[in-house]
């Protein structure tokens, strides 16, 4: 079967799953392993540490952020968790203002043709702007805050969520809407019981879908103006053409937005959009 | 009564509010509606300049004012800078895109090895290749150049990938049964099937790496829109801040209105709609 395209359905109908799933764990590892390799030949050949530094070179780095810089006195036992955390509370206070924000628009825009025409472009225009427009702005109207970032991260993430959500809105079940009519349930009760869970993995999924983008601007924010966080490292060692750190911060960066889209967000999203998986099997 | 039901809502009779309830109608009391709160928010935050104040300003970077018969305005230089820089980091990093989308989208050993640099090149924020990019070539065309061609180059292969995969097994299988010359396959089944997907990668690869542009430029520059934003930010002039600020909002939206969402609706024609289209956009670009 060897170079011949196999799709995983096919596969596991054949019975080689396993040894394909396998064959694909290698492909995967050789990949990385080729890449640390091929990085590793180029910083050898560059042979400068302020322009590419050598994997190893950055590992040292990476210790040092974790765990302080063992040569100098003041030793102050590793930076990473104070600046990621500053990050991540970021992001996360971000994405309360988003969908305070874009809640209220998702639903008139879900309910109502005139209000779906009105907000319509805003929201397309909102969406398309570039990121620097927001950390530039939030910096002009706070100065160096903790709301400029927090709230560029809300207006970033907030047309997503309002297309998201104006999206479940329009996919409430109609009937179940009449028949808690029928029996007398309050307006009060039908949105409490009916319109928010079926709203909410709406509203999830537009976190979700914006949580890289805002991941990406809440840096952008951090490098113009903040006093902690990934992006404010970033900056900082820029500034101090520091390559190996500036490297280090960047993998620590990537390495922990994967890892919370990944592991924490499709979970959740898995969790809260799991009655629509058994409604689809059944 | 009626709030969680939505009803047929019945037409108004004068020609006026008919106008006003249409689509445009709704779009442009938006943007009225926009500039109002804008000179209502002046009132309360003196350092926000008023919608007059950046148009003077933009007047004078457009026509050069009281020079505008000796010489041209700023503007123009500026954006010439930054849109050939623009271009040529969009060429580069398209066709790179482009040929590793489909050795990705052809090849499932390809894919394996080299799926998940893309994926991390993709999380990659623009910034981040601006700084890289200085610190290697210094300042200069090289930066803003390769900070556009690194930051679109992912957009487009992992579209195109996407697109390559798409045509179906058995569509090659039929064509080849059946005795469709290579020609015509090539044609109305590689092409007809991936055009969409190049486009949309395209879209997506320019509204983000625009962003790349300014940002390097206003890191490392002496000229172009990054370059003349930071210049009014620095010298605490919001006016000619806001203004450029608008400008090149303006431009990435009118590209994107006018150019790119009309391409890629017509390569797109057989299968999706207009707001199908808009989805995708903050889908992938998210």
Redesign the interface.
């Known amino acids: 079967m060897a170079g011949v395209?196999?799709d995983s359905a096919e596969a596991s109908a054949l019975g080689t799953a396993a040894g394909l799933r396998r064959r694909?764990y290698l492909?995967?590892a050789?990949?990385?392993v080729?890449?640390v390799a091929i990085w590793w030949l180029l910083s050898v050949w560059v042979n400068s540490d302020?322009?590419l530094p050598s994997p190893g070179r950055v590992w040292d780095e990476v210790w040092i952020i974790f765990n302080g810089d063992p040569t100098n006195s003041r030793n102050d036992g590793g930076i990473f968790w104070n600046n990621f955390l500053a990050s991540v509370i970021r992001v996360l206070l971000g994405f309360v203002v988003g969908v305070a924000m874009g809640t209220p628009l998702g639903f008139l825009m879900g309910?109502?043709?005139?209000?779906r025409?009105?907000?319509?472009?805003?929201v397309?225009?909102a969406?398309?702007?570039?990121?620097?427009?927001y950390a530039?702005?939030v910096l002009?109207?706070f100065g160096i805050s903790f709301v400029g970032p927090v709230l560029a991260i809300g207006l970033i993430s907030m047309?997503?969520i309002a297309?998201n959500v104006a999206e479940g809105v329009g996919g409430v079940d109609?009937g179940l809407?009449?028949m808690s009519?029928s029996f007398g349930r309050s307006?009060k009760q039908?949105?409490r019981d009916v319109?928010v869970p079926s709203v909410l993995p709406f509203i999830f999924a537009g976190v979700r879908?914006?949580?890289?983008?805002a991941w990406?601007?809440g840096?952008?924010t951090e490098?113009f103006g903040a006093s902690q966080g990934i992006?404010f490292q970033?900056?900082r060692n820029?500034q101090l053409?520091n390559?190996p750190a500036?490297i280090a911060w960047?993998g620590l960066?990537?390495i922990f937005?994967?890892v919370l889209e990944r592991f924490v967000l499709v979970r959740i999203e898995r969790k809260l959009f799991r009655w629509r998986q058994w409604e689809r099997e059944g | 009564?009626t709030?969680?039901?939505?009803e047929v809502?019945p037409e108004p009779d004068s020609a006026i509010k008919r106008w006003l309830?249409?689509?445009r109608g709704?779009?442009l009391?938006?943007?009225v509606l926009?500039l109002v709160m804008w000179q209502l928010l002046t009132l309360f935050?003196p350092?926000?300049p008023t919608p007059w104040a950046v148009v003077k300003i933009m007047w004078i970077e457009v026509t050069g004012g009281d020079y505008g018969s000796v010489r041209k305005g700023e503007f123009w230089n500026h954006y010439a800078a930054t849109l050939q820089r623009y271009a040529y980091g969009l060429a580069i990093g398209f066709t790179a895109g482009v040929l590793v989308g489909a050795l990705i989208g052809a090849s499932?050993?390809a894919r394996?090895?080299?799926?998940?640099?893309v994926?991390?090149l993709?999380?990659?924020?623009?910034?981040?290749w601006a700084?890289?990019t200085?610190?290697?070539f210094g300042i200069g065309w090289q930066a803003p150049v390769l900070t556009v061609a690194f930051t679109a180059f992912p957009f487009v292969a992992v579209n195109v990938a996407q697109g390559v995969r798409a045509i179906t097994?058995d569509l090659r299988h039929m064509s080849t049964a059946f005795g469709v010359t290579p020609v015509k396959r090539f044609r109305h089944l590689i092409l007809a099937g991936i055009t969409g997907y190049v486009f949309a990668g395209l879209r997506f690869a320019m509204?983000v790496s625009?962003?790349g542009v300014?940002?390097s430029e206003?890191f490392n520059g002496q000229v172009g829109v990054?370059f003349r934003?930071r210049y009014w930010?620095d010298a605490n002039r919001?006016p000619g801040?806001l203004g450029w600020?608008i400008s090149?909002?303006i431009f990435?939206?009118a590209l994107?209105r006018l150019v790119l969402t009309k391409l890629q609706a017509r390569a797109f024609r057989w299968r999706k709609t207009n707001d199908e289209l808009?989805?995708d956009?903050?889908?992938t670009?998210?």
Do not use: H
């Open positions: 395209l196999v694909r492909a995967l050789t990949g990385w080729g890449f302020a322009r309910r109502n043709r005139y209000w025409s009105f907000l319509k472009s805003p397309m225009i969406g398309s702007i570039p990121g620097l427009t530039v702005m002009v109207v047309p997503y297309i109609k809407l009449n009519r307006e039908m949105f319109v879908l914006s949580f890289s983008l990406k601007v840096q952008l490098v992006g970033i900056r820029f053409f390559m500036v960047i960066f990537i937005m994967l | 009564m709030t969680l039901i939505q809502e309830v249409s689509d709704a779009t009391s938006a943007a926009f935050a350092r926000v499932n050993i394996a090895l080299i799926s998940d640099t994926l991390v993709l999380a990659l924020p623009a910034f981040v700084f890289l200085t610190m290697w097994p509204i625009w962003n300014l940002l206003w990054g934003t930010f919001y801040f600020v090149f909002i990435v939206v994107d808009d989805k956009l903050l889908t670009v998210g």
